[in-house]
């Protein structure tokens, strides 16, 4: 996890996904949290707050310089294990990702309003919630939407702060309270058929992406889950009023 990066985003078929692994093969070795049963990758469940406007989601789709989203995310559905509060701001091109790992009841707890004193939390964590709770409060953020992904990860060989990811089958559905689900019911097809494939760097890549990217002719562009997602939901609730 890096706290200020660059991200570039690309949408690929399963041929040239495929063949992008490959190329870089010689390059990265796989994330530690792969799973075996989930080829080699692992399920990744967002929930999404914005305003009831959808203030932050507009800032999105308008492209502004500098922006930010709030979502919770997790990883699986253990009551021990936590959720992240992330905070996720874009300035200039450069981004920065503050998290903060709470229990599930804790974040509850915690995001209506009770303190966190005595809870034991690292400074560092402990200013990232607050953050998230500054920022929920100053646009009075709800819980808006569950985005859901398959995720297959990898490093750099080398320990260089890059990373490769390859997102696919994105299912959404909508919040309307503060829980943390990963299975169950409800969930709807984005209908994404391409991969998206991200290349996160701190400063300068290697030669090695910069061929990877020529090579495939990878053009860069917005790929953003949550607003695919609202805009799917919302096209589906269209159809289903006729």
Not at 34 to 40: K, P, S, T, V
Not at 49 to 58: F, I, N, Q, T, W
Not at 133 to 140: D, F
């Amino acid at each position: 996890m890096f706290a200020s990066r660059y991200e570039s985003k690309y949408l690929v078929d399963r041929q040239t996904e495929s063949q992008i692994k490959e190329f870089i093969y010689p390059f990265v070795a796989l994330d530690e949290h792969i799973n075996e049963e989930a080829d080699n990758g692992y399920l990744i469940s967002s929930l999404y707050l914005d305003s009831p406007g959808h203030r932050l989601m507009e800032m999105t789709e308008q492209g502004m310089k500098n922006r930010f989203k709030l979502r919770i995310r997790c990883y699986d559905e253990i009551p021990g294990s936590p959720v992240f509060l992330e905070v996720k701001k874009k300035i200039g091109g450069v981004l920065t990702k503050r998290r903060a790992p709470l229990r599930r009841d804790v974040a509850v707890g915690f995001l209506n309003g009770e303190p966190l004193d005595q809870l034991g939390l690292e400074t560092g964590d402990r200013e990232d919630a607050e953050e998230f709770l500054s920022l929920m409060i100053r646009t009075q953020a709800i819980p808006m939407m569950h985005v859901r992904y398959k995720r297959q990860a990898f490093n750099a060989a080398d320990g260089s702060p890059i990373r490769v990811t390859f997102d696919r089958e994105l299912v959404f559905k909508p919040a309307h309270e503060l829980e943390f689900p990963i299975n169950g019911q409800g969930w709807r097809d984005a209908h994404m058929k391409q991969t998206i494939l991200e290349i996160k760097f701190t400063d300068r890549y290697p030669s090695w992406i910069k061929d990877l990217i020529q090579f495939f002719q990878l053009q860069k562009q917005s790929v953003p889950k949550y607003v695919i997602s609202v805009r799917e939901n919302n096209r589906l609730n269209q159809s289903a009023w006729g």
